[in-house]
C-alpha cells in the first residue's frame, strides 16, 4: 500500500471527524458552501497524491482536520481559525492558493493562513537544525566549530522569527497550541524516545506556559500531564494509581461536603450549578516533591467549583453572597482567600478562591464563579471575546506588546528569552497602582524599577526611586498588593549592572541589558577616538599588534575594555604611550602563538638550571601549550607538563586522574611547570552542586556567582529527581583561591547539601 494513501482505519476516523466538525459548523452559522469547497479540496489532493506523510508517517491533512476539531472542542468553535487551520494546511500541500483563501474566506481568514505558514515554515528550518548537525565530510575543526556556531545562530534567529509571527496574532498562538496537544496525543507509546524527548522540551518550555498565559488552563493541564507521563512514566502511572485507588473515598467525601452547602444555596434563592475536582497529576506531583508529603496530605487536593447563572450587572455581587454563606458554614483560611473578581487576571480570569475546613478537619479549596467566567476559565482568552461588552484589547494586548518588545531587544540564547517570559507567566501577580489611578500588574516579586518600566521605557531607565504610599523607597523595593506608586526620577541616572540583581520582569531585564550595551559601545568608541588622538598629536604611528602587546600588559582582556577605561579616565593616555613606546619590535614579531589564551614561558635564568617551565612570566620560552580538559587546572592548582606527540606542552594538574599513568608511562615527556604571578585571565571550572529541589535555589546560587567580582557563570545544567537536584557549573575564575570561596558561599545557602570542584 502507498504510505500516502489513508488506511481504512484512517478513512472511518476522518470521517467522524469531518461530521463533529460539520455539528461545530451549525453552532457558528457557516456556509456549507465553504465546507463542501475545502472537501472538494481535499478530495482533489489524495486524488492527485500531493499529500505526502511526514517522515513519521502523519498524513498532515489528518493532523489539521484533528486540530481543528480540537480548537472547536476545547477552546472555541470559531469558524475563521478552524478554516484557517486546515486551509493553511491545503495551502502548503498545493490544493488552494493564498488568492482563492483571500477570494472565498475573506482577508481575516487569508491574514491568519499567512501567519500559520510562516510559523510552520520557521518551526520546520528550526527543527531541522536542532536534528541534524554538521555534516560529516572531511572540514577541519575550525570549520566545525563555524559550521556549528552558523547552525546555532540560525537556530536562534528561527526561534525569534518564529515567537514575533506568535505575536502579530493571538490566534496563530492558540492554534499553534491546539496543534501541539494534538501532536502530544500522537506521540504516545513511539519508539522514537529523542523525538519524544525533544517534543516534551518543548512543551515545557514553550506551549505550556503560554496556554497558561493564555488563561487555557486545561490544555495546560493536559501538556503538563503528558510531559510528565513521557519524562517520568513510573511516577506518573503511581499517581494515577493512587488517585484511582481513592477515588471513591474522594468522592464520598466530596459529596458529603457539598450537600449542606447546596441545600443553604437553595434556600437562598441561587440558581447554581456545583461539582467537584481533582488537581491535574503533574500539579499534585509538583506539590510533593516541594512539601516532602504522600498523597494523602495535600490540603487542596479536594476541591469543589460552584458555578452560578447570575445576571451580567450582579455576577460580582452574587459571588460575594455565596462566599458568606460558605464562610458562615465552615471556617475559612484568611492567607488562602484570593479575589480575582475586583481586579482579574491579565488573561481575563475571574474567581473567588477560598481554603475551608471542611468535615473530617480536612481543607477543601472552595472556587466561586459565574458561567460567563467559567467558560473564559475553561477555554481562556477565546471564549473571554464571545461575550458582548469585553474587549479583547486591554490587558492581553499590554502583554503581547510586551513579549513584542522582549523579542525586538533581547539578545540572549533563545532558552535565556524563554526564562524571562516564563518569569511574567508563571508567577503570581500583584498589583499596584499609578498616582492617577492606574492598575499596573506584575509578578509576585516586582521591584519599583519594575513598575517604572511597566509604565514606559524611558521612566525606568532614569529611575531613582519611588514614593510608595506617601513614603521614599528604594528602586528594589518589593510592591505590595494595593500600593500607590509615584516614580522619582533624575536626568543623570543611566541603567547599572546591579539593577538585574532585582529586576524580575522581562521587559525591565532585556531594556537594562540593551541600554547597558549601547552604553558601553559608545563609551568604547569616545576611548579608541581620544587614545587615536594622543599618538596622532605625539605623531606617533600606531601598530595594532604593539597597541594589542600593550592592552595585555595592562591586564584588559579585550580591546573594548581598554578603551572604556580610556573613556572613563581609569587611565592615564600618557601612561599607554609610555609603555608602547618601551616594547620591542623584534620580540614583538617573534611572539609565538598561544594555544588558548596565552603561552607557556619561562624566566631564563630558572629554564637553563631546572628546566622549569613557568607560567605568565615575561620571556617567551617559544612551546605552546592547552589546559587539560580532563582536570581543568586553573590558577593557584599544583600543576605539571605532560609534552605530546604534536609538540603541545598540556598542562595537567598534579592530582588529575591521569597524573599516575602518564607519569609512569611517559616519565621522559613530564615537564616540570608552575605559575609565575597572576596572568589575568579567567580559567573554566566545574562545579558540581547537590541539594534539595526547592523553590528558588538557583536563583539564589546564580545571584550569588554574579555578586562575585572576578567570577563569570559560562554554563549550568540542573537535572531533578525525586526532589533532589545535581546540577553542574561552569564557572569563570582567576585563580583557586576564589574558586575555594565562592564554593564556601555557595555552601551557606539554604538546601544546598554539597558542592565540590568536579
Known amino acids: 500500500m502507498d504510505r500516502n494513501l489513508l488506511t481504512p482505519n484512517e478513512i472511518k476516523t476522518l470521517s467522524i471527524t469531518v461530521s463533529k466538525l460539520i455539528s461545530y459548523a451549525k453552532l457558528v452559522d457557516v456556509d456549507f458552501a465553504d465546507v463542501r469547497f475545502i472537501r472538494d479540496r481535499i478530495n482533489y489532493i489524495f486524488d492527485n497524491d500531493l499529500c505526502r506523510r511526514s517522515i513519521r508517517g502523519v498524513n498532515p491533512i489528518f493532523r489539521k482536520l484533528n486540530t481543528a476539531l480540537l480548537l472547536c472542542d476545547k477552546v472555541s468553535p470559531d469558524k475563521n481559525m478552524a478554516f484557517a487551520i486546515i486551509l493553511s494546511e491545503l495551502t502548503e500541500e498545493g490544493g488552494v492558493t493564498i488568492e482563492e483563501v483571500t477570494k472565498r474566506f475573506g482577508d481575516d481568514v487569508s491574514s491568519l493562513v499567512r501567519g500559520l505558514l510562516k510559523v510552520s515554515s520557521i518551526y520546520k528550518k528550526r527543527w531541522k537544525i536542532q536534528q541534524h548537525g554538521t555534516p ?217 478562591h477560598t481554603t475551608v475546613l471542611g468535615p473530617e478537619n480536612r481543607w477543601v479549596e472552595v472556587q466561586i464563579r459565574t458561567k460567563r467566567m467559567d467558560e473564559v476559565a475553561e477555554k481562556g482568552i477565546a471564549a473571554h471575546w464571545l461575550y458582548k461588552g469585553v474587549k479583547k484589547e486591554d490587558d492581553l494586548d499590554e502583554w503581547m506588546k510586551n513579549v513584542r518588545d522582549v523579542l525586538d531587544t533581547a539578545k540572549e540564547h533563545p532558552m535565556e528569552l524563554i526564562k524571562d517570559l516564563k518569569i511574567d507567566v508563571y508567577d503570581k501577580e500583584v498589583f499596584a497602582f499609578s498616582p492617577k489611578g492606574k492598575v499596573v500588574k506584575l509578578p509576585l516579586g516586582a521591584s519599583v524599577l519594575d513598575f517604572a518600566f511597566a509604565i514606559h521605557s524611558n521612566l525606568g531607565s532614569k529611575c531613582t526611586g519611588g514614593i510608595v504610599n506617601g513614603k521614599n523607597q528604594k528602586i528594589s523595593y518589593k510592591i505590595n498588593n494595593g500600593d500607590i506608586i509615584e516614580i522619582l526620577t533624575s536626568p543623570n541616572q543611566t541603567p547599572k549592572l546591579d539593577w538585574l540583581n532585582f529586576v524580575i520582569t522581562s521587559k525591565a531585564r532585556n531594556k537594562i541589558r540593551t541600554t547597558i550595551k549601547e552604553m558601553n559601545s559608545k563609551s568604547a568608541e569616545l576611548g579608541k577616538e581620544l587614545i587615536s588622538r594622543r599618538f596622532k598629536n605625539r605623531k606617533i604611528e600606531v601598530s595594532e599588534s604593539k597597541l594589542t602587546r600593550v592592552i595585555k600588559r595592562l591586564g584588559y582582556k579585550t580591546n573594548t575594555h581598554f578603551y572604556q577605561a580610556i573613556a572613563k579616565e581609569e587611565i592615564d593616555p600618557n601612561d599607554v604611550i609610555a609603555l608602547y613606546e618601551t616594547i620591542d619590535v623584534r620580540n614583538d614579531e617573534q611572539e609565538s602563538r598561544s594555544a588558548d589564551t596565552f603561552v607557556m614561558q619561562s624566566e631564563a635564568d630558572e629554564a637553563q638550571s631546572d628546566n622549569v617551565l613557568v607560567i605568565g612570566a615575561n620571556d617567551i620560552k617559544g612551546l605552546n601549550y592547552k589546559l587539560a580538559k580532563c582536570c581543568n587546572p586553573i590558577y593557584g592548582d599544583d600543576v605539571f607538563g605532560f609534552i605530546s606527540s604534536e609538540g603541545i606542552v598540556k598542562v595537567h594538574k598534579s592530582n588529575c586522574p591521569n597524573a599516575a599513568n602518564i607519569r609512569q608511562r611517559y616519565p621522559y615527556r613530564v615537564i616540570a611547570t608552575r605559575w609565575s604571578g597572576k596572568i589575568g585571565t579567567q580559567f573554566g571550572a566545574t562545579l558540581r552542586v547537590v541539594g534539595h529541589d526547592d523553590i528558588g535555589i538557583v536563583t539564589n546560587i546564580t545571584s550569588i556567582i554574579n555578586k562575585e567580582n572576578n567570577v563569570s557563570l559560562r554554563n549550568i545544567s540542573i537535572d531533578s529527581n525525586d526532589g533532589l537536584f545535581q546540577g553542574y557549573l561552569v564557572v569563570g575564575v582567576s585563580d583557586r583561591q576564589t574558586l575555594n570561596n565562592l564554593i564556601k558561599k555557595i555552601k551557606t545557602v539554604k538546601g544546598v547539601k554539597d558542592v565540590e570542584r568536579s
Not at 450587572?313 to 460558605?326: A, H, L, P, R, T
Open 136 to 352: 560529516e565530510i572531511a572540514i577541519s575543526e575550525k570549520e566545525k566549530e563555524k559550521e556549528k556556531k552558523k547552525k546555532k545562530k540560525e537556530s536562534e534567529d528561527n526561534f525569534r522569527g518564529m515567537m514575533l509571527t506568535f505575536a502579530e496574532d493571538i490566534r496563530v498562538v492558540i492554534v499553534m497550541i491546539v496543534d501541539w496537544l494534538y501532536l502530544m496525543y500522537s506521540i504516545n507509546h513511539n519508539p522514537d524516545q529523542e523525538y519524544v524527548r525533544q517534543v516534551v522540551k518543548e512543551t515545557e518550555t514553550l506551549y505550556a506556559p503560554l496556554a497558561h498565559r493564555l488563561g487555557l488552563y486545561s490544555i495546560k493541564s493536559e501538556l503538563e500531564d503528558m510531559s510528565l507521563k513521557y519524562r517520568e512514566r513510573k511516577t506518573y502511572d503511581r499517581i494515577a494509581h493512587d488517585l484511582k485507588q481513592t477515588k471513591a473515598k474522594r468522592d464520598a467525601y466530596i459529596a458529603s461536603f457539598i450537600a449542606p452547602v447546596k441545600q443553604r444555596l437553595i434556600e437562598r434563592g441561587y440558581v447554581f450549578d456545583i461539582k467537584g475536582r481533582t488537581k491535574s497529576i503533574s500539579s499534585i506531583q509538583n506539590k510533593l516533591l516541594k512539601q516532602k508529603i504522600n498523597i494523602e496530605g495535600i490540603y487542596d487536593l479536594f476541591a469543589i467549583r460552584i458555578i452560578l447563572d447570575s445576571e451580567p450587572e450582579n455576577e460580582i455581587k452574587d459571588c460575594w453572597g455565596v462566599f458568606s454563606e460558605i464562610t458562615n458554614m465552615y471556617t475559612p483560611n484568611p492567607s488562602r482567600t484570593k479575589d480575582w473578581l475586583t481586579i482579574r487576571k491579565s488573561n481575563g480570569y475571574q474567581s473567588l
